[in-house]
């Protein structure tokens, strides 16, 4: 019920809405469908975002990927939570670390998603900031991709999000946006300095598209 409930929802729905609303201009994301799992690495700027990676997914594949996601905004009530894991299938955690409870612990529960068999949608900067201003990565990403070095990760930098829909503001208004994916890759260390630096790089790359 939820894989047709995600299928419609973004595939049927959200997807023409953002592209003939919206504006946003999507690439061909077919090779996808080829990757037995993965990590998307995305910069961020709006709640659209999210909503952006999941409409441009293949089909296919929508119900096996979860976008990583702030407990205490998508989980604030039982309901909002609810909703949020139905709908748009997020995997919720909260922002600090909790190594001495590893069920609370944000690393700890992207990894156990990934070792149950999904794929993540990861935005490194932690929040959204002014639109078209990339902030600091934080080192969550480089530190899952650090203890599971053989899930690719995927670039995809987003262009004009944060005009469509600014933080703190609820109201969609059209703007020429687009999101671009880069080549599924490996790490080539694992050093989580080293890890942010090549995600660092990938998105100054795909800036220029």
Known sequence: MQKICLQFTFGFLLRPFLRWFVGVRFCDTDFLSAEKQ???VANHNSHLDTMTIMASLPRNIIHKVK????ADHFGKTKRKEKLSNFFINTLLIQRRRDKENPEND?????IKALDDGFSLIIFPEG????PEVQQPLKPGVALVLSQRPHIKYIPAYMKG?????PKDDGLIVPHNASLVFGDPTTVATTDVDGILQQIAADFDRLKNF
């Open 38 to 40: 993965f990590i998307i």
């Open 67 to 70: 976008p990583v996601a702030a």
């Open 106 to 110: 944000p690393i700890h529960k992207m």
């Open 127 to 130: 929040t959204r900031g002014e």
């Open 161 to 165: 999000m944060g005009k469509a829909m």
